[in-house]
């Protein structure tokens, strides 16, 4: 079993940045890719950004060019730079993990709130 544990959540300016980090335990052998999801307020769950283990990565239109993600695999752990951030990435970040039979683990989330 794989367990995620997120941080780096917090207040921040439009315009700020924040990094989240999640870090990876159990059975990671058996990871195929990680990830980011994030959920508003009355909104459904969305896919933010994905990296698999070869360094592909994929992210959301919304996020393009503003977010980065990465990992390091030494320390098991994905990170998710944000850069320029606007209120409407306010939502609760969770990060995410599939093994390589398409088993999903998931963290507990972590709070980014943007706002003036």
């Known amino acids: 079993q794989v367990q995620l544990v997120e941080s780096g959540g917090g207040l921040v300016q439009p315009g700020g940045s924040l990094r989240l980090s999640c870090a990876a335990s159990?059975?990671?052998?058996?990871?195929?890719?990680m990830g980011w999801y994030r959920q508003a307020p009355g909104k459904q769950r969305e896919l933010v950004a994905v990296?698999?283990?070869?360094?592909?990565?994929n992210y959301a239109d919304s996020v393009k060019g503003r977010f980065i993600i990465s990992r390091d695999n030494a320390k098991n752990t994905v990170y998710l730079q944000m850069n320029s951030l606007k209120p409407e990435d306010t939502a609760v970040y969770y990060c995410?993990?599939?093994?390589?039979?398409?088993?999903?683990?998931w963290g507990q989330g972590t709070q980014v709130t943007v706002s003036s």
């Open positions: 995410h993990a599939v093994n390589v039979i398409n088993r999903s683990s």
């Open positions: 990296i698999a283990n070869g360094g592909s990565t």
């Open positions: 159990g059975i990671i052998f058996s990871i195929n890719a």
